[in-house]
């Protein structure tokens, strides 16, 4: 069963940066695609970026050219590079996984919940 740990969150002044990273347990990144979702204050979960083994990658178009995401080369850890931040990025960000046959841009659409969440780290974008 996999299992997903989230670390790195924490406060951010606008412009600054923060990385998060996702480290797996019970399976490697390398047999599911892996993205990043976030819930801010209006309760709503977003798919910020969602990556397949093979290299395909979604951005959301909010964050597009500020976050870049990767991962390690033994396939254990995800992280997501986040830079410029502004205000509007606060929220909880949870790692999350779900099978390679499903494509990155639906993985991230919302259209339905990756199957494997991890408890989230609250990032906080505040002068």
């Known amino acids: 069963q996999l299992q997903l740990v989230e670390s790195g969150g924490g406060l951010a002044q606008p412009g600054g940066s923060l990385n998060l990273s996702c480290t797996a347990s019970g399976a490697s990144f390398e047999y599911y695609n892996v993205g990043w979702y976030r819930q801010g204050s209006t309760g709503e979960r977003e798919g910020v970026s969602c990556?397949?083994?093979?290299?395909?990658?979604h951005y959301v178009d909010s964050v597009k050219g500020r976050f870049t995401v990767s991962r390690s080369k033994d396939g254990k850890i995800f992280y997501l590079e986040m830079n410029n931040l502004q205000p509007e990025d606060s929220a909880a960000y949870y790692c999350?996984?779900?099978?390679?046959?499903?494509?990155?841009?639906?993985?991230?659409?919302?259209?339905?919940?990756?199957?494997?969440w991890g408890q989230g780290t609250q990032v906080t974008v505040s002068a």
């Open positions: 999350v996984a779900d099978s390679l046959l499903i494509g990155v841009q639906r993985m991230c659409s919302g259209e339905r919940p990756p199957r494997y």
């Open positions: 990556s397949s083994s093979g290299g395909a990658v």
